[in-house]
Antibody, heavy 118, light 110 residues
């Protein structure tokens, strides 16, 4: 059974940093693109970033470019999102998900809540 | 990276069919068949319903079907059930090697 478990969310002040983690199991992690998707309270889904199987390619939504960095450790079956210079508008539940065949978001974690507030 | 356009809400009675539209541009839906649909119940993670415009993952009811014409994709739910009440999101690959979601549609089963 595929499992994705996010952690690392919490309350952070504007301008602060946070690192999210996603522990994967139940599939061959190193063979899948992975992605982060977020959802602000009461709002819709927003794709944030994705990363290629070997970490050699990353893509980001314009609003987080230069502030967020996606990475992965295939030896630890883990995905990460380093978030710097956080803003109030980054407040959201952050989901990690598989990006199957670079075509669709097949499996999702339960999400971790990030609140950016003073 | 503007969001795809979905109606904010739709409704239908049990047994009926409803269709949710998702309108993009020639830089996303119009040019790629990487359109997918997700169901999200309150407080839960999204779940994949349809991928590559028309394909169903295993375990998903065949009451859910997808289609595309030009820059608009559609999700049809037939034989509406109370359990279908949820939010539905479309997503598409874009020409900038990014992904974009629709704003979401809340389905109410009357």
């Amino acid at each position: 059974e595929v499992q994705l478990v996010e952690s690392g969310g919490g309350l952070v002040q504007p301008g602060g940093s946070l690192r999210l983690s996603c522990a994967a199991s139940g599939f061959i992690f190193s063979t899948d693109w992975m992605t982060w998707v977020r959802q602000a309270p009461g709002k819709g889904l927003e794709w944030v970033a994705n990363i290629k199987q070997d970490g050699s390619e990353e893509n980001y939504v314009d609003s987080v470019k230069g502030r967020f960095t996606i990475s992965r450790d295939n030896a630890k079956n883990s995905l990460y999102l380093q978030m710097n210079s956080l803003r109030a508008e980054d407040t959201a539940v952050y989901y990690c998900a598989t990006l199957d065949y670079y075509e669709y978001f097949g499996y999702w974690g339960q999400g971790t809540l990030v609140i950016v507030s003073s | 990276q503007s969001a795809l356009t979905q109606p904010a809400s739709v409704s239908g009675s049990p047994g009926q069919s409803i269709t949710i539209s998702c309108t993009g541009t020639s830089n996303d839906i119009g040019d790629y068949n990487y359109v997918s649909w997700y169901q999200q119940r309150p407080g839960k993670a999204p779940q994949l319903l349809i991928y590559d415009v028309v394909k169903q993952p295993s375990g998903i009811s065949n009451r859910f079907s997808g289609s595309k014409s030009g820059n608009t994709a559609s999700l049809t739910i037939s034989g509406l059930q109370a359990d279908d009440e949820a939010a539905y999101y479309c997503a598409s690959f874009t020409s900038k090697y990014t992904w974009v979601f629709g704003g979401g549609t809340k389905l109410t089963v009357l």
